[in-house]
């Protein structure tokens, strides 16, 4: 049971009652926002969510009882920001987002309240009295008003709906909102990403994954596939890095099928501690009407295939390799296949191939039954990997098989069984289980049909 603990906020509360809500399906008409022309917040910003956030990062403000995150801002200050992103369609919960107009910076704010969307509609300047209110980052920076306790564990609440009227203030009509535009490569680099968390943003060139379009249930939510109430289906660019699209079971658009196509995609770049996700806004954020391009990355046109798990192979873009793991936050059973385009060898005289790997964790006298190389003569392109006969190919294994990610060379590996024919492919097999979780990381394919 969720109990919400409501803490002083300058003085203005002295007694709360929790009210708990539920996420209801309903569908409202169009606010009319034109009375909000005239309206003008009684309160000026005096600082930025930049320094609010600094203050946080260096301290300044004292942590509650409880905990050593959540923090108090106890001055009087004042922020001034736009509304990004709301909960009109469902997918976003007791939450809205907001930016600095002028550079950026943004905010979660959490609120004890649904229906968001007509007090706080996309483009509505607001004016935030902080003084009292709570701040806690947990990937992404959160504003709040309560806290409540999770398995023994004090977490971030929403500001209570009572005084909403006396912290959040609008501040004239909602404006015409412009993602920022960045490529999924920032998007997936440590290096780059922290300045777009919270953002909203616009990737260009992206498609669903092979493996969300081709599985079961290829639809926003599925249920066969959910965790906490929502379901990760991932974005994928050319060069085959990937990138969560978190879509809840209550969104209106959870049972929309997934584009087949490529294009582009609007949404709030978010992180759940150190997972980033996208969050949508609405089904009309997601325009992929081109036709799908081939992944191709370093391994020039390699795409996936998930037989089991929602994890996917991927393109590191820090250590330039492709790499699949079964671990996001906790190990998950998987089956994953990264499987080459077509290779025609009807010509070829001594065909062989090489490539290097690397292995981390996972139970190293057991792991190498569960990742394996294959070939094939009678794939068929983007189907089902079990449905085809494969041969096992052997290939060098680490000298030193407790030593984590030291890049091993498979030794020149040759296919004289499947020279003339016209329709060969090669396979990298990941499997794990709860106990046997690894990250086996591929670079370097070379392949010579002469």
Not at 60 to 89: H, M, Q
Not at 117 to 137: A, E, H, M, T, W
Not at 295 to 317: A, C, R
Request: proline fraction near 4%; include cysteine.
């Amino acid at each position: 049971m969720k109990t919400i603990k409501y803490v002083k906020i300058a003085s203005v509360l002295l007694f709360v009652m929790a009210i708990s809500f539920s996420c209801v399906k309903t569908e409202f008409d169009e606010p009319d926002f034109s009375e909000l022309a005239s309206v003008k917040s009684p309160i000026e910003a005096n600082t930025t969510i930049k320094e609010v956030v600094g203050k946080y990062n260096g301290g300044v403000y004292k942590s509650i009882e409880g905990s050593t995150f959540i923090r108090l801002i106890d001055g009087a200050e004042y922020i001034s920001a736009i509304v990004t992103a709301n909960d009109k369609s469902g997918n976003l919960y007791k939450t809205i987002y907001i930016s600095d107009e002028n550079t950026g910076e943004s905010l979660a704010v959490a609120i004890e309240s649904t229906g968001l969307s007509f007090d706080y509609p996309v483009g509505q300047r607001l004016v935030i009295n902080l003084k009292g209110l709570l701040l806690d980052q947990f990937g992404i920076m959160k504003l709040g008003g309560s806290t409540y306790d999770s398995k023994g564990k004090l977490r971030l609440g929403g500001i209570p709906s009572v005084l909403l009227n006396k912290i959040i203030y609008a501040d004239g009509n909602p404006i015409e909102v412009k993602p920022v535009e960045v490529s999924l490569t920032d998007l997936a680099n440590p290096s780059t990403q922290k300045q777009y968390l919270g953002r909203l943003v616009k990737i260009n060139e992206v498609q669903f994954s092979d493996a969300d379009v081709n599985s079961s249930n290829p639809y926003y939510y599925d249920k066969n596939n959910e965790i906490g109430g929502a379901s990760n289906r991932n974005i994928q660019n050319k060069l085959g890095e990937t990138l969560i699209v978190r879509n809840s079971s209550y969104a209106k658009f959870s049972s929309n099928k997934l584009p087949e196509g490529s294009g582009s995609l609007i949404a709030i770049f978010s992180a759940y501690g150190s997972e980033m996700q996208l969050l949508l806004r609405d089904i009309n954020d997601v325009n992929m009407t081109e036709p799908r391009f081939t992944v191709s990355g370093s391994f020039n046109g390699f795409v996936n295939y998930s037989v089991l798990g929602d994890e996917v192979w991927s393109y590191d873009s820090k250590y330039k390799c492709f790499k699949m793991t079964g671990y996001n936050g906790s190990r998950k059973p998987n089956e994953d296949w990264f499987i080459s385009p077509v290779i025609d060898l009807s010509s070829s005289v001594n065909p062989t191939f090489k490539f290097r790997h690397a292995l981390g964790y996972g139970n190293y006298s057991t792991v190498w039954d569960d990742l394996k190389v294959f070939v094939s003569d009678n794939y068929t392109e983007s189907s089902d990997p079990t449905t085809a006969t494969w041969t096992e190919i052997s290939f060098a294994k680490p000298a030193d098989l407790s030593a984590k990610f030291v890049w091993t060379e498979s030794g020149e590996i040759e296919l004289a069984d499947f020279k003339g024919k016209p329709n060969v492919h090669i396979a990298f097999r990941y499997k794990n289980d709860v106990t046997n979780c690894s990250t086996w990381e591929l670079d370097k394919l070379v392949l010579n049909v002469d």
